[in-house]
């Protein structure tokens, strides 16, 4: 891997954030609310679908869509089916099929057949290539980021995508859904949908809750970081962080900040206390970009910031710590960075443990929470990196357990802390940036690896952020399951893409049978566990409005939850955000699409288009 080319001494508008995925481009003009929720607009012809974008039918391959490609020597012929188990071929095991370990290689798993992370994280922070094309390869995310990072390379922060969540009755860890977040989910009982909270209205028929026009801002600003309580929904603004009330979006509290917030946790007490990370100042002509070293503690039930501090690096003498990533695990916040990791009581703020000098330049590089912690650490050189994976003692740190990652592993990403599971790009394979060439299934308990899963790139659509710890999007750990999307593909019908979702088993790394299938012309993205079952969100076509669905975690049987409006002004309301890009919560018949970053307008821009900070819909 090369070494990132040096940032500008201006950023270009777009970027922000250490190294990672840039955002995208201008998000348009702000725009009050009108008294029509979404404004009316004239009905306009349906827009053409740009050749090869989601929509729209790729080029069939030879044979036809589905047709079996011939084999090359010493491969396994491609199976016709795409994301549903097929009868094998003779002496083959096909797609879904079991498949056993390859001789000599005990627990390691063959790369499995074809079978959601965008959102723009999906998290990544790449903006989607054009016409609906492949992502970025790692190596150029980070060198396209490292042009934009110097917002936070110089400020000291890393940009943070909020992803998935755990459910505890809404409770306990909730995710900030970024764009299709995954998160870790518990299985058990409940009184909703096959052991999930979550039930099915009456009518599910949607309407708008109310929509939040984007601030106005002069530069790129992160406003990732949105969570809801029994009472609010609270997002992250500019240099506050805001409690709206849940049915009405009207302001309740507002927290502010001395800095930009710059990381925020995707999980939440169950008394909603939660942890942030944001810079010491706001930007002056002396010091433009301010370093991320405040780390604090949040009551999202009554808009109180409990307390903030920063900590100093025993090798680094009296200058703060810079901090990348936030996270919670019980009582414990921990906060971690490239120059290590740190934790406090979430109570109080006393601190648990702070960085240390290393003589094997081992660091902290970031923590998974929720209903466990667990930490990547990193030693050894820029070129040739050993990564170790462990579960910690929340209260003191000290590690439980350690699995050694692979060689050829510069970066890893925790995908769920209980059970424990942990995504990578080894050797830097995957090749479209979402930085998953392979899961690892490993025992928190005695840190052994149980099973690692290929998932091809090019045909699972779950991604993890470049260089963050726990920032992956597009699935969901549950059932002892890992439940990701497929790329989308040519549909039955005469136009428009799908795609489904498939699981892996956590044990013995196979693919389970069975799939859920968007159906023609929608995207299904995972957004959390609810129980034993999936929440999803269903991107929509051009003509219709998005969907939320419970999926049954063994059967597969979708149930909808949600149906949004079909109206051209909501349409466009809803459609406005990138789901790559974007946080989206589900509960309790509540749906909230978020960004996760705004800028300065577009000259571009027009009137007409509208952008939005929050757009809010419900059945209740």
């Known amino acids: 891997m090369t070494q990132p080319p040096q940032p500008p001494n201006e950023p270009p508008q777009g970027g922000f954030g250490a190294p990672q995925d840039p955002p995208p481009g201008g998000f348009g ?10 404004g009316k607009q004239p009905p306009a012809a349906p827009p053409t679908p740009p050749a090869g974008g989601y929509g729209s039918p790729p080029p069939p391959a030879p044979g036809g869509y589905g047709a079996p490609q011939p084999a090359q020597p010493g491969q396994q012929p491609q199976n016709p089916a795409y994301g549903y188990p097929q009868a094998p071929p003779p002496g083959q095991p096909g797609y879904g099929f079991p498949q056993g370990p390859p001789p000599g290689q005990p627990g390691m798993y063959p790369q499995q057949g074809y079978g959601y992370p965008t959102a723009p994280m999906q998290p990544q ?4 290539p054009p016409g609906g094309g492949k992502k970025f390869n790692t190596q150029m995310q980070i060198i396209v980021a490292a042009v934009v990072a110097v917002v936070l390379i110089v400020g000291g922060g890393i940009f943070y995508a909020s992803s998935g969540s755990d459910d505890d009755g809404g409770k306990q860890d909730q995710a900030a859904s970024a764009g299709a977040d995954g998160g870790e989910g518990k299985g058990g009982e409940g009184d909703g949908l096959a052991g999930g909270t979550e039930k099915a209205p009456a009518d599910t028929k949607a309407k708008v ?17 949105s969570w809801v309580t029994d009472k609010a929904y609270v997002k992250t603004g500019v240099y506050e962080i805001v409690g709206y009330d849940l049915a009405k979006g009207t302001k309740l509290w507002s927290i502010p900040l001395t800095g930009q917030l710059c990381a925020a946790s995707r999980h939440m007490s169950k008394d909603y206390k939660t942890a942030i990370a944001f810079q010491d100042g706001k930007p002056t002509a002396e010091d433009k970009y301010p370093s991320c070293t405040q780390v604090g503690a949040i009551d999202l039930a009554t808009g109180k910031l409990m307390w903030s501090k920063s900590v100093t690096s025993t090798a680094g003498g009296d200058r703060p710590v810079r901090f990348g990533e936030v996270t ?17 009581n979430l109570a109080n703020g006393a601190e648990l443990w702070k960085p240390k000098a290393d003589a094997n330049n081992c660091y902290d590089m970031g923590y998974g929470g929720g209903e466990a912690l667990a930490v990547v650490r990193k030693c050894g050189s820029y070129d040739s990196p050993q990564l170790t994976v462990q579960a910690l003692n929340p209260t003191t740190g000290a590690p439980t357990s350690s699995y050694t990652m692979p060689a050829g592993v510069e970066y890893a990403s925790i995908v769920s802390t209980k059970p424990l599971v942990v995504a990578a790009d080894v050797g830097d394979t995957a090749g479209d940036g979402s930085s998953i060439s392979d899961f690892f299934s490993i025992d928190a308990a005695t840190g052994k690896l149980i099973v690692r899963i290929s998932a091809d790139a090019d045909k699972y659509a779950a991604e993890c952020g470049s260089t963050e710890v726990e920032q992956c999007s597009s699935l969901a750990v549950g059932n002892n399951k890992l439940y990701v999307p497929t790329e989308k593909h040519e549909g039955g019908g005469e136009y428009g893409d799908t795609n489904e979702i498939v699981a892996f088993d956590l044990t013995t790394g196979k693919l389970v049978g069975g799939r859920a299938d968007a159906g023609d012309r929608y995207a299904l993205t995972p957004l959390r566990m609810d129980g034993s079952n999936v929440i999803a969100y269903k991107e929509p076509p051009y003509d219709k409005g998005g969907q939320i669905v419970s999926i049954n975690g063994s059967t597969f049987e979708e149930t909808v939850l949600m149906t949004n409006p079909d109206d051209e002004a909501v349409r466009d309301a809803e459609t406005s955000f990138s789901i790559d890009y974007a946080e989206i919560i589900y509960q309790k018949g509540r749906l909230f699409i978020s960004e996760q970053m705004v800028s300065e307008p577009s000259k571009s821009s027009s009137l007409d288009d509208k952008q939005y900070l929050v757009v809010s819909f419900t059945t209740v």
């Not at 003009?29 to 979404?38: E, R």
């Not at 922070?125 to 989607?128: E, L, R």
């Not at 809750?209 to 970081?225: E, I, M, R, W, Y």
Request: hydrophobic share 35%; glycine share 12%.
């Open 125 to 128: 922070y790449a903006a989607p």
């Open 328 to 344: 919670l695990s019980g009582s414990t916040v921990a906060a971690g960075g490239t120059s290590g990791g740190a934790a406090f």
């Open 29 to 38: 003009a702000p725009t009050p609310p009108p008294s029509d929720p979404f």
């Open 209 to 225: 809750a109310f929509q939040l026009p984007h601030p106005k801002v002069t530069d790129t600003t992160v406003v990732s970081g």
